[in-house]
């Protein structure tokens, strides 16, 4: 039997603001389902931040953004993209990896963003990043 090595990954999930208030166990449990059918393993799993949408996905305005790190196959991670692609609960996803990234670089960005209130840099590059991803998807 062959073993696999898993590679840590940073996934950012988007989904609407009013579902997330009504039903968060249940949006969390979906995000849990997608990433165990893929057979990886979520080392955390935390609701990000609520923020007005740039445009609109799916008729909503406002999303939340549900922060993940997580070690799968890099096999596994077009599965992964394809399930949310097919959900109807998770408006858009972001997968990255992270194995040159700790999670403690994400807990120290997240504490001086609350302690600033402010937007972090890294925050403008994610949702670039994601109008970019939206356009070949759109167009490709």
């Known amino acids: 039997m062959k073993t696999v090595a898993k590679k840590l990954y940073e996934a950012m999930f988007l989904v609407d603001s009013a579902l997330a208030g009504s039903d968060w166990d249940g949006i969390i449990s979906t995000i849990k389902g997608i990433l165990q059918r893929a057979d990886a393993e979520i080392v955390q799993l935390r609701k ?57 670089d994400d807990v120290h960005a997240a504490k001086a963003e609350s302690t600033t209130g402010g937007k972090p840099e890294a925050t403008d590059k994610a949702e670039e990043a994601v109008r970019s991803q939206n356009t070949e998807m759109v167009t490709g």
């Open 48 to 104: 990000w931040a609520d923020r007005r949408l740039a445009y609109e996905i799916r008729h909503k305005t406002k999303g939340t953004y549900i922060l993940c790190y997580f070690r799968a196959d890099g096999k596994r991670i077009r599965e992964i993209e394809r399930s949310v692609r097919l959900s109807e609960r998770i408006m858009r996803v972001l997968i990255l990896n992270a194995e040159n990234q700790t999670i403690e």
